[in-house]
């Protein structure tokens, strides 16, 4: 089947642990990105990669790391997670950036206190 | 930088009704406009994906215009059920030299039985 996958789905943490987030697609697509969902802000995009070693930043990078080592691997970084970063996240992939269709992961959870 | 408007935020209609959903956005450099689903506590859906070269998709009781110059985009749902009920939110993928995917903050349909 088809899918993006996101691991852990739900996390609670504390301020400052290091923690990384995976995210798997098994469509052999080029594109994939990271958001960041909140109450009244909506959907905002943290990171996104054209391809194997080709990362950018989106509207909200900060205290964010990324890294495409292999195609079908996203995987988001907190280096050193604070309060304001306890969000829902969502990984998600296109096979081509600017024409194919977004399919997006379940969602992870996190929340820092 | 692009910004995208979803209007209304929130819409209560009978069953049965036929509805339309609005999408405007500022930069009309875009290589697509998608429109998504998204149930409480879940991931999102793609229901519609229009190229910046087409005028609209249809898809069963979903069709989804897209006029560029105007910067908007509409989402006409005919024949509502209590099914359609969820949050629906259109994303604009940016062509201006970088490939960035902007989002509505979303229009919350609930359908009444």
């Known amino acids: 089947e088809a899918q993006v996958t996101q691991n852990p789905r739900y996390l609670i943490t504390v301020t400052g642990k290091k923690l990384t987030v995976t995210c798997s697609q098994n469509?052999?697509?080029?594109?994939m990105s990271w958001y960041r969902q909140d109450p009244g802000l909506g959907l905002r995009q943290i990171y996104y990669?054209?391809?194997?070693?080709?990362?950018d930043k989106g509207d909200v990078p900060e205290g964010y790391k990324v890294s495409r080592k292999e195609k079908r691997n996203f995987p988001l970084i907190l280096e050193s997670p604070s309060p304001n970063q306890t969000s829902l996240y969502f990984c998600a992939s296109s096979f081509l950036a600017g024409s194919g269709e977004l399919f997006f992961g379940e969602g992870s959870r996190l929340t820092v206190l | 930088k692009q910004e995208v408007t979803q209007i209304p935020a929130a819409l209560s209609v009978p069953e049965g009704e036929n509805l339309v959903l609005n999408c405007s956005f500022t930069d009309s450099a875009i290589y697509n406009l998608q429109w998504f689903r998204q149930d409480p506590g879940k991931g999102l859906t793609s229901l519609l994906l229009i190229q910046s070269s087409q005028r609209e998709q249809t898809s069963g009781r979903l069709n989804a215009s897209l006029d560029k110059s105007s910067g908007r985009s509409t989402l006409y749902i005919a024949a509502s059920q209590p099914g359609d009920s969820a949050t629906y939110l259109c994303?604009?993928?940016?062509?201006?030299?970088?490939?960035?995917?902007?989002f509505g903050t979303g229009t919350k349909l609930q359908v009444i039985p």
């Open positions: 990669s054209m391809n194997v070693e080709v990362t």
């Open positions: 994303a604009v993928c940016y062509s201006g030299g970088y490939q960035k995917v902007t």
């Open positions: 469509m052999n697509h080029e594109y």
